[in-house]
C-alpha cells in the first residue's frame, strides 16, 4: 500500500507564476498555484485516494496578491487544492489585526485577528504542537492541540505541526506576546507519543524549521548537510527511533530531499516554485511504514514549458543559457497545464495585483540595485538614507530582512516598491547612547539575520557570521562615538519591537527615548526621499561596511 505525501513550503503568497523576460525577448513563467494544481492532479491520478498535501508554513506574506486581502486568496486556494494541513509559519503573523494596521493600537483590535478570521476560512487546521498560550494551554482559535488525525487508504495518519522558536524575532513580537514558542523536540515528542495513543500508523512532522544540504545527488549522504544552520537536525536528533516517519520542513528556503536514519525530510526553496514528494510504503497487514521501501522525490520544479537542454524553467538558469528552446512540460508521463479552476479563483487578484503595480509613485530610480543579504548593497544603504532623513536622525539601521527584491532601473511602480518592502514596517527613532549603540549592533549582527544596512555610521564586522561578528563602530571617515549624549538612530518598529534578536537592547529603553513618527511606512519614507531629490533614487557609495577575516569556517575569506 502506497501513501504520497507532498510538501511545499514557504508559499509566501505566491499564487501567481513568477515571470520574467529572457536577454532574447522570450517570455519564461515558473510556479504558481494554477500550474501546482496540475502537477498534484498527475499524483492523484498516479496514486488515487493515496495522495496527502501538506505545507511546512509560511503561506501569506510577501506578494501584493496575498497581502491585499491578508493571505484569504492563498486559502482559498489550498482549500480548492485539498490541503490536509499546515504547520504555522513565523510569517503567519505578520499582518496583526484584521484590517490595514500590522499592530493593534486600540483595546477592541486583537494582534492575533488576520490569523484567526484565516484559520476560520480553512478547510483544514493549523498546525503547531509547540505553539502555546502563556498559562502552556494550546490556543483555542486554532481548535486543535497541535495535532490531527486524517485516514488515507484506511491507514489513520497523524500528523504534528512545529514552529520554529525565531518566530518572536522574525515577526512583528507585539502580535505574539500572549504565546510562547517551547522546545521543538519536546514538543514533537510528546506530539508523536499522543498521536500514537490515539491509533496513529503512521506519523508526519509538519515543521517549519528546517535545515540545509548542498547535495540532492543521493537521499542517503547527508554529509553535505550543514548542521549548524536549522533547527529541523536537533529534532531529528531528540526523536525515539520509530516516533515518525516522515517530515516536511520548512522555514530556512533550502532544498532537502535526504533520509536522516530512516526518517525521510523533504524541504524546497519555496515560493511556490518547486514541491518534494515522499512515497511511503504501508504494510497490508500491520500497517507500518517499511523503511527499505521509501522514495524521496526531492525539489520538484513546477514548469509549465522547460528548456529542451536544461529541462528548467528558472530564468536564473536560462539567462546565462545558449539557444534556449522552451518546449512543453510533462510529469509522470503526461503534459502539465495550469488548472482552470484555480485560475478562475485567482484571476480576481490578479487583476487588483496589476491594477496597483502599474501604479507610478512618481519616481525614478538610475541604475539597478540588487538585494543583497550577506554583505553591504546600495539598495540598502539607500534605505537607511532615506530614513535617516525622514526621521532627521542622526543614523538609521536597516535590517536586511526586510528587502525582499531589486530595486530595478526605471520608473519605480507601487507594485515593485512593494516587492522590494513587502512588510508593513514604519519608520521609528530610538535615543541610544554610544554604549547602547553598541550593544544594538553587536545584537543584530550577531544574530546571523544578514548585514544590516547604515547611514550615519560605519561598522567593522568580522568575515564570519556568529555571535562576534561586530567589531566596532565609528562616524563617517572613522571620527570616533561621543562619550556622553545620545544619538538619535533611525530603525523599522520591527526592530524597535525587538525583531531579528535586538529585544534585549530595545526592551529596556525608557518610553521617553523611543519615537513611532506617526507611523510613516517605509514605502513611503523611500519615496518621499526619492521626491524630494529631484524625483531620482540613485545609489549610494558602498564603504559604510568595513570586513575583516575573524574566526570560524569562512575566517579564510577575503574581506
Known amino acids: 500500500m502506497r501513501l504520497t505525501l507532498v510538501g511545499t513550503n514557504d508559499f509566501h503568497g505566491w499564487v501567481m507564476p513568477h515571470r520574467a523576460t529572457l536577454p532574447d525577448g522570450q517570455k519564461v513563467e515558473e510556479g504558481g498555484a494554477a500550474l501546482f494544481a496540475s502537477y498534484v492532479a498527475r499524483l492523484r491520478e498516479d496514486n488515487p485516494g493515496g495522495v496527502l498535501l501538506v505545507d511546512g508554513g509560511d503561506l501569506f506574506q510577501g506578494t501584493l496578491a496575498s497581502n491585499l486581502g491578508e493571505g484569504a486568496i492563498v486559502v482559498d486556494v489550498y482549500n480548492l487544492l485539498g490541503y ?30 488576520a490569523l484567526k478570521a484565516r484559520v476560520a476560512q480553512a478547510k483544514f487546521p493549523f498546525l503547531s504542537a509547540n505553539v502555546r498560550e502563556k498559562d502552556g494551554r494550546p490556543p483555542a482559535w486554532l481548535g486543535n492541540d497541535g495535532t490531527t488525525v486524517v485516514t488515507v487508504k484506511g491507514v489513520k495518519v497523524g500528523l504534528l505541526g512545529l514552529s520554529t522558536l525565531q518566530t518572536p524575532q522574525t515577526t512583528n513580537p507585539a502580535n ?76 530556512t528556503h533550502q532544498p532537502m530531499g535526504h533520509f536522516f536514519g530512516d526518517v525521510p525530510v523533504i524541504e524546497t526553496t519555496g515560493l511556490a516554485r518547486s514541491f518534494g514528494v515522499v512515497d511511503l510504503f504501508v504494510d497490508p497487514v500491520t500497517h507500518r511504514v517499511l523503511p527499505e521501501r521509501t522514495r524521496i522525490q526531492a525539489a520538484i520544479p513546477v514548469c509549465g ?25 510533462t510529469f509522470l508521463g503526461q503534459p502539465v497545464t495550469p488548472d482552470a479552476r484555480v485560475e478562475a479563483l485567482v484571476a480576481p487578484a490578479e487583476a487588483r495585483v496589476e491594477e496597483e503595480q502599474r501604479r507610478p509613485v512618481g519616481v525614478e530610480t538610475q541604475a539597478r540595485m540588487p538585494q543583497v543579504y550577506e554583505g553591504e548593497s ?29 530595486l530595478p532601473q526605471g520608473p519605480l511602480t507601487f507594485g515593485k516598491l512593494y516587492e522590494i518592502l513587502p512588510f508593513d514596517n514604519t519608520l521609528a527613532v530610538l535615543d541610544l547612547s554610544a554604549d547602547e549603540l553598541r550593544r544594538f549592533l553587536a545584537l543584530a549582527y550577531g544574530g546571523r539575520k544578514g548585514v544590516f544596512a547604515v547611514s550615519g555610521l560605519e561598522v567593522t564586522l568580522a568575515a564570519c557570521p556568529g555571535p562576534e561578528r561586530f ?28 525583531g531579528d534578536g535586538v529585544g534585549p537592547l530595545t526592551s529596556t529603553l525608557p518610553r521617553e527615548r523611543i519615537s513611532l513618527l506617526q507611523g510613516q511606512d517605509l514605502r513611503e519614507v523611500l519615496t518621499a526621499y526619492g521626491r524630494a531629490h529631484g524625483n531620482a533614487l540613485k545609489p549610494p557609495a558602498l564603504g559604510r561596511v568595513h570586513l575583516v577575516k575573524g574566526t570560524g569556517p569562512c575566517a579564510d575569506a577575503n574581506p
Not at 202 to 213: F, N, Q, R, W, Y
Not at 305 to 326: F, N, Q
Open 84 to 113: 490536509a494541513a499546515v504547520a504555522i509559519g513565523n510569517h503567519e503573523f505578520d499582518y496583526g489585526p484584521v484590517g490595514p494596521g500590522p499592530v493593534a493600537t486600540r483595546p477592541d483590535e486583537d494582534p492575533l485577528g
Open 176 to 251: 505574539v506576546a500572549s504565546l510562547k514558542f517551547e522546545s521543538l523536540a519536546g514538543a514533537a515528542k510528546q506530539a508523536a507519543k499522543s498521536l500514537r495513543a490515539q491509533g496513529a500508523e503512521v506519523v508526519v512532522a509538519i515543521a517549519h524549521a528546517g535545515g540545509k544540504c548542498t547535495d540532492l545527488a543521493n537521499p542517503h549522504d547527508t554529509s553535505g548537510c550543514v548542521r549548524d544552520d536549522g533547527e529541523i537536525y536537533a529534532v531529528l536528533d531528540a526523536l525515539p527511533q520509530g516516533a515518525v516517519d516522515a517530515v516536511v520542513a520548512g522555514h
Open 305 to 329: 514549458a522547460v528548456d529542451a537542454t536544461l529541462k528548467s524553467c528558472d530564468p536564473l538558469k536560462l539567462r546565462d543559457a545558449k539557444d534556449v528552446r522552451m518546449v512543453p512540460a
Open 378 to 406: 546600495a539598495l540598502g544603504n539607500l534605505i537607511a538614507d532615506a530614513m535617516r532623513e525622514a526621521a532627521r536622525s542622526d543614523a538609521a539601521v536597516m535590517n536586511a530582512g526586510g528587502i525582499r527584491a531589486d
Open 471 to 498: 567589531q566596532g563602530v565609528t562616524l563617517p571617515g572613522g571620527k570616533a562615538l561621543k562619550a556622553k549624549g545620545t544619538y538619535r538612530v533611525a530603525v523599522p518598529d520591527f526592530l524597535l519591537r525587538g
